[in-house]
Protein backbone atom coordinates (compact mmCIF):
# COMPACT_ATOMS: atom_id res chain seq x y z
CA UNK A 1 0.00 0.00 0.00
CA UNK A 2 2.65 2.17 0.83
CA UNK A 3 4.08 1.55 -2.73
CA UNK A 4 0.87 2.72 -4.15
CA UNK A 5 0.67 5.77 -2.35
CA UNK A 6 4.03 6.53 -2.78
CA UNK A 7 3.64 6.39 -6.58
CA UNK A 8 0.25 7.97 -6.55
CA UNK A 9 2.09 11.42 -5.19
CA UNK A 10 4.91 11.30 -7.54
CA UNK A 11 1.91 10.70 -11.12
CA UNK A 12 -0.20 14.19 -8.95
CA UNK A 13 3.64 16.10 -9.25
CA UNK A 14 4.26 15.29 -12.75
CA UNK A 15 0.30 15.66 -14.16
CA UNK A 16 0.81 19.17 -11.79
CA UNK A 17 3.98 20.12 -14.85
CA UNK A 18 1.54 18.91 -17.83
CA UNK A 19 -1.79 20.29 -16.34
CA UNK A 20 -0.21 23.59 -16.19
CA UNK A 21 1.35 23.74 -19.25
CA UNK A 22 -1.99 22.15 -21.19
CA UNK A 23 -3.81 24.58 -19.74
CA UNK A 24 -1.78 27.29 -21.91
CA UNK A 25 -2.38 25.19 -25.13
CA UNK A 26 -6.22 24.64 -24.51
CA UNK A 27 -6.77 28.58 -23.44
CA UNK A 28 -5.22 29.88 -27.03
CA UNK A 29 -6.86 26.87 -28.41
CA UNK A 30 -10.21 27.72 -27.00
CA UNK A 31 -10.32 31.51 -28.13
CA UNK A 32 -8.40 31.74 -31.19
CA UNK A 33 -8.27 28.18 -32.45
CA UNK A 34 -4.47 27.83 -32.93
CA UNK A 35 -2.20 25.61 -31.66
CA UNK A 36 0.41 27.65 -30.25
CA UNK A 37 3.43 24.87 -30.68
CA UNK A 38 5.68 27.50 -29.34
CA UNK A 39 4.23 27.08 -25.54
CA UNK A 40 6.19 23.98 -24.55
CA UNK A 41 9.47 26.64 -25.54
CA UNK A 42 7.69 29.74 -23.35
CA UNK A 43 8.04 27.24 -20.47
CA UNK A 44 11.47 27.09 -21.00
CA UNK A 45 11.56 30.46 -21.33
CA UNK A 46 10.06 31.24 -17.72
CA UNK A 47 12.13 28.63 -16.58
CA UNK A 48 15.72 30.37 -17.98
CA UNK A 49 13.89 34.00 -16.65
CA UNK A 50 13.54 32.27 -13.27
CA UNK A 51 16.61 30.89 -13.04
CA UNK A 52 18.54 35.06 -13.47
CA UNK A 53 15.87 36.45 -11.36
CA UNK A 54 16.94 34.24 -8.35
CA UNK A 55 20.01 34.77 -9.42
CA UNK A 56 20.24 37.76 -9.37
CA UNK A 57 18.40 38.63 -6.47
CA UNK A 58 20.46 36.17 -4.04
CA UNK A 59 23.53 37.86 -5.27
CA UNK A 60 25.82 40.35 -3.55
CA UNK A 61 24.30 43.17 -5.19
CA UNK A 62 20.99 42.65 -3.18
CA UNK A 63 21.54 39.98 -1.00
CA UNK A 64 17.74 38.63 -0.34
CA UNK A 65 17.50 35.79 1.65
CA UNK A 66 15.87 32.37 -0.29
CA UNK A 67 12.51 32.50 0.83
CA UNK A 68 12.17 36.14 -0.16
CA UNK A 69 13.76 35.66 -3.51
CA UNK A 70 10.95 33.04 -4.05
CA UNK A 71 8.16 34.95 -2.96
CA UNK A 72 9.05 37.51 -5.53
CA UNK A 73 10.24 35.40 -8.63
CA UNK A 74 6.87 33.55 -8.91
CA UNK A 75 5.13 37.15 -9.76
CA UNK A 76 8.15 38.54 -11.32
CA UNK A 77 8.76 35.37 -13.55
CA UNK A 78 5.06 35.06 -14.34
CA UNK A 79 5.09 38.38 -15.42
CA UNK A 80 7.71 38.36 -17.76
CA UNK A 81 6.94 35.06 -19.14
CA UNK A 82 3.55 36.65 -20.16
CA UNK A 83 6.01 39.59 -21.76
CA UNK A 84 7.32 36.56 -24.08
CA UNK A 85 4.00 35.41 -25.14
CA UNK A 86 2.52 38.16 -25.74
CA UNK A 87 5.36 39.48 -27.92
CA UNK A 88 5.28 36.37 -29.96
CA UNK A 89 1.23 36.86 -30.60
CA UNK A 90 2.14 40.77 -32.13
CA UNK A 91 4.74 40.18 -33.80
CA UNK A 92 4.13 36.74 -34.96
CA UNK A 93 0.02 35.89 -35.04
CA UNK A 94 -1.46 38.75 -35.21
CA UNK A 95 0.07 40.17 -39.08
CA UNK A 96 -1.13 36.70 -40.02
CA UNK A 97 -4.58 36.77 -38.47
CA UNK A 98 -5.45 40.39 -40.17
CA UNK A 99 -4.44 39.04 -43.10
CA UNK A 100 -7.06 35.99 -42.59
CA UNK A 101 -4.03 33.56 -43.14
CA UNK A 102 -4.62 29.96 -43.57
CA UNK A 103 -4.52 27.86 -40.45
CA UNK A 104 -1.73 25.86 -41.46
CA UNK A 105 0.80 28.86 -42.09
CA UNK A 106 0.19 30.00 -38.41
CA UNK A 107 0.64 26.77 -37.16
CA UNK A 108 4.28 26.80 -39.37
CA UNK A 109 4.96 29.96 -37.62
CA UNK A 110 4.44 28.87 -34.10
CA UNK A 111 6.66 25.77 -34.70
CA UNK A 112 9.48 28.51 -36.59
CA UNK A 113 8.90 30.74 -33.17
CA UNK A 114 9.39 27.52 -30.80
CA UNK A 115 12.82 26.81 -33.00
CA UNK A 116 13.92 30.48 -32.41
CA UNK A 117 13.25 30.32 -28.98
CA UNK A 118 15.64 27.46 -28.53
CA UNK A 119 18.08 28.15 -30.81
CA UNK A 120 18.59 31.95 -29.53
CA UNK A 121 18.82 30.31 -26.25
CA UNK A 122 21.36 28.19 -27.62
CA UNK A 123 23.57 30.84 -29.47
CA UNK A 124 23.15 33.71 -26.54
CA UNK A 125 23.84 31.13 -23.28
CA UNK A 126 25.49 28.21 -24.79
CA UNK A 127 24.55 24.68 -24.43
CA UNK A 128 26.40 24.45 -20.92
CA UNK A 129 23.47 23.30 -18.57
CA UNK A 130 22.64 25.81 -15.86
CA UNK A 131 22.04 24.80 -11.93
CA UNK A 132 19.01 26.25 -10.41
CA UNK A 133 19.76 27.76 -7.01
CA UNK A 134 17.60 26.84 -4.11
CA UNK A 135 15.13 28.49 -2.98
CA UNK A 136 13.23 26.96 -0.47
CA UNK A 137 14.82 24.71 2.47
CA UNK A 138 13.77 20.71 1.45
CA UNK A 139 11.58 19.37 4.28
CA UNK A 140 10.98 15.47 3.74
CA UNK A 141 7.82 14.45 5.71
CA UNK A 142 7.84 10.19 6.14
CA UNK A 143 4.54 7.90 6.63
CA UNK A 144 5.66 5.05 7.31
CA UNK A 145 7.39 4.39 3.57
CA UNK A 146 6.14 7.11 2.14
CA UNK A 147 7.76 10.20 1.65
CA UNK A 148 6.72 13.85 0.57
CA UNK A 149 8.82 17.01 0.29
CA UNK A 150 7.08 20.61 0.96
CA UNK A 151 7.77 21.38 -2.89
CA UNK A 152 5.85 18.58 -4.49
CA UNK A 153 3.02 19.52 -1.91
CA UNK A 154 3.33 23.18 -3.33
CA UNK A 155 3.61 22.28 -7.47
CA UNK A 156 0.42 20.04 -6.69
CA UNK A 157 -1.46 23.25 -4.84
CA UNK A 158 -0.22 25.37 -7.61
CA UNK A 159 -1.38 23.50 -10.22
CA UNK A 160 -4.79 22.98 -8.45
CA UNK A 161 -5.10 26.88 -7.41
CA UNK A 162 -4.75 27.64 -11.50
CA UNK A 163 -7.15 25.21 -12.74
CA UNK A 164 -9.50 26.92 -10.36
CA UNK A 165 -8.63 30.15 -10.87
CA UNK A 166 -8.74 29.83 -14.66
CA UNK A 167 -12.17 27.82 -14.79
CA UNK A 168 -13.29 30.61 -12.68
CA UNK A 169 -12.44 33.39 -15.15
CA UNK A 170 -13.47 31.70 -18.09
CA UNK A 171 -17.29 30.60 -16.99
CA UNK A 172 -17.71 33.74 -14.13
CA UNK A 173 -16.22 37.02 -15.76
CA UNK A 174 -17.38 39.45 -18.67
CA UNK A 175 -13.91 38.77 -20.16
CA UNK A 176 -14.48 35.06 -19.60
CA UNK A 177 -17.67 35.29 -21.76
CA UNK A 178 -15.91 37.28 -24.77
CA UNK A 179 -13.20 34.39 -24.73
CA UNK A 180 -15.99 32.03 -25.00
CA UNK A 181 -17.80 34.15 -27.76
CA UNK A 182 -14.45 34.58 -29.91
CA UNK A 183 -14.37 30.65 -29.86
CA UNK A 184 -17.93 30.41 -31.54
CA UNK A 185 -17.73 33.51 -33.65
CA UNK A 186 -14.87 35.83 -34.24
CA UNK A 187 -16.50 37.95 -36.81
CA UNK A 188 -19.87 38.71 -34.85
CA UNK A 189 -17.52 39.82 -31.65
CA UNK A 190 -15.89 43.17 -32.92
CA UNK A 191 -19.20 44.22 -33.90
CA UNK A 192 -21.13 44.09 -30.60
CA UNK A 193 -17.99 46.41 -29.25
CA UNK A 194 -15.90 43.75 -27.89
CA UNK A 195 -11.74 44.54 -28.52
CA UNK A 196 -10.54 40.95 -30.02
CA UNK A 197 -7.14 41.95 -29.91
CA UNK A 198 -7.41 42.73 -26.03
CA UNK A 199 -9.09 39.44 -25.32
CA UNK A 200 -6.49 37.68 -27.10
CA UNK A 201 -3.54 39.26 -25.77
CA UNK A 202 -5.59 38.34 -22.02
CA UNK A 203 -5.52 35.01 -23.22
CA UNK A 204 -1.94 34.82 -24.40
CA UNK A 205 -0.88 37.01 -20.57
CA UNK A 206 -2.77 33.89 -18.83
CA UNK A 207 -1.85 30.85 -20.86
CA UNK A 208 2.16 32.27 -20.79
CA UNK A 209 2.14 33.51 -17.65
CA UNK A 210 0.83 30.08 -16.08
CA UNK A 211 3.74 28.33 -18.23
CA UNK A 212 6.65 30.60 -16.77
CA UNK A 213 5.15 29.41 -13.48
CA UNK A 214 5.35 25.77 -14.32
CA UNK A 215 8.68 26.35 -15.58
CA UNK A 216 9.66 28.04 -12.06
CA UNK A 217 8.09 25.23 -10.36
CA UNK A 218 10.11 22.43 -12.68
CA UNK A 219 13.37 24.15 -12.34
CA UNK A 220 12.91 24.35 -8.46
CA UNK A 221 11.87 20.38 -8.38
CA UNK A 222 14.56 19.76 -11.11
CA UNK A 223 17.33 22.06 -10.91
CA UNK A 224 19.45 21.61 -14.13
CA UNK A 225 18.54 24.05 -17.40
CA UNK A 226 19.01 23.03 -20.78
CA UNK A 227 17.68 25.22 -24.40
CA UNK A 228 15.98 21.74 -25.25
CA UNK A 229 14.28 21.13 -22.36
CA UNK A 230 10.94 22.65 -22.60
CA UNK A 231 10.76 20.86 -25.99
CA UNK A 232 9.59 17.18 -25.14
CA UNK A 233 7.56 18.27 -22.18
CA UNK A 234 5.55 20.56 -24.20
CA UNK A 235 4.85 17.91 -27.21
CA UNK A 236 3.48 15.88 -24.00
CA UNK A 237 1.45 18.66 -22.32
CA UNK A 238 0.15 19.12 -25.66
CA UNK A 239 -0.74 15.29 -26.53
CA UNK A 240 -2.64 15.48 -22.30
CA UNK A 241 -4.45 18.87 -23.82
CA UNK A 242 -5.96 16.57 -26.65
CA UNK A 243 -6.89 13.76 -24.76
CA UNK A 244 -8.56 15.40 -22.44
CA UNK A 245 -10.77 17.50 -25.08
CA UNK A 246 -8.44 20.51 -26.13
CA UNK A 247 -10.22 23.74 -25.92
CA UNK A 248 -11.74 22.42 -22.76
CA UNK A 249 -10.44 23.80 -19.14
CA UNK A 250 -11.68 20.82 -17.39
CA UNK A 251 -9.93 18.71 -20.17
CA UNK A 252 -6.47 19.91 -20.24
CA UNK A 253 -6.50 19.60 -16.49
CA UNK A 254 -7.23 16.02 -16.31
CA UNK A 255 -6.02 15.09 -18.96
CA UNK A 256 -2.33 16.52 -17.66
CA UNK A 257 -2.96 14.40 -14.42
CA UNK A 258 -3.71 11.25 -17.08
CA UNK A 259 -0.56 11.35 -18.97
CA UNK A 260 1.68 11.40 -15.04
CA UNK A 261 -0.69 8.48 -13.83
CA UNK A 262 -0.03 6.48 -17.34
CA UNK A 263 3.54 7.48 -17.44
CA UNK A 264 4.05 6.62 -13.70
CA UNK A 265 2.51 3.57 -13.56
CA UNK A 266 4.14 2.23 -16.79
CA UNK A 267 7.59 2.91 -14.83
CA UNK A 268 6.49 1.15 -12.14
CA UNK A 269 5.55 -2.39 -13.91
CA UNK A 270 8.15 -2.40 -17.00
CA UNK A 271 11.47 -0.58 -17.91
CA UNK A 272 11.53 3.08 -17.81
CA UNK A 273 12.60 3.02 -21.25
CA UNK A 274 8.97 1.76 -22.58
CA UNK A 275 7.63 4.97 -20.72
CA UNK A 276 6.68 7.04 -23.48
CA UNK A 277 5.63 3.74 -25.99
CA UNK A 278 3.11 2.51 -23.52
CA UNK A 279 1.94 6.17 -22.11
CA UNK A 280 1.06 7.22 -25.86
CA UNK A 281 -0.33 4.09 -26.96
CA UNK A 282 -2.68 4.20 -24.21
CA UNK A 283 -3.17 7.74 -25.47
CA UNK A 284 -3.84 6.92 -28.84
CA UNK A 285 -6.43 3.87 -27.70
CA UNK A 286 -8.49 6.88 -25.88
CA UNK A 287 -8.62 9.13 -29.01
CA UNK A 288 -9.65 6.30 -30.63
CA UNK A 289 -12.67 5.79 -28.77
CA UNK A 290 -13.43 9.03 -28.22
CA UNK A 291 -12.14 11.77 -30.97
CA UNK A 292 -12.71 14.49 -29.62
CA UNK A 293 -11.11 13.64 -26.42
CA UNK A 294 -12.40 12.75 -22.86
CA UNK A 295 -14.35 16.24 -22.49
CA UNK A 296 -14.32 18.02 -26.20
CA UNK A 297 -17.21 18.15 -28.02
CA UNK A 298 -17.98 17.80 -31.69
CA UNK A 299 -17.86 21.10 -33.49
CA UNK A 300 -19.27 21.87 -36.88
CA UNK A 301 -16.99 24.80 -38.87
CA UNK A 302 -19.26 27.37 -40.77
CA UNK A 303 -19.10 27.99 -43.91
Known amino acids: MDFIIQNILNALQWGSFYALIALGYTLVYGVLRLINFAHGDIFMV ?27 AVPLTMALTAC ?10 RPLRRKGAHRLYVVITALMCGLILEYGNLAVLGASRLKFPDLIE ?21 AVAVFIFLNFIVTKTKIGMAMRGISYDKFAIPLMGI ?8 TFILGSGFAGLAGLLFAMSYPILE ?14 AVVGGIGDIRGAFYGGFLLGFIEVGVV ?3 PSTYRDLFAFSILLLILWMKPTGLFGMPQSTKI
Do not use: C, H, Q
Open 84 to 93: VGVTLERIAY
Open 46 to 72: GAYIAFFLASTMLGPSIGLSPSMTFVL
Open 227 to 240: PFMGMIIGWKAFIA
Open 138 to 158: KSVWSFGDVTMTNLKVIVIVA
Open 195 to 202: PIDSIIVF
Open 268 to 270: TVF
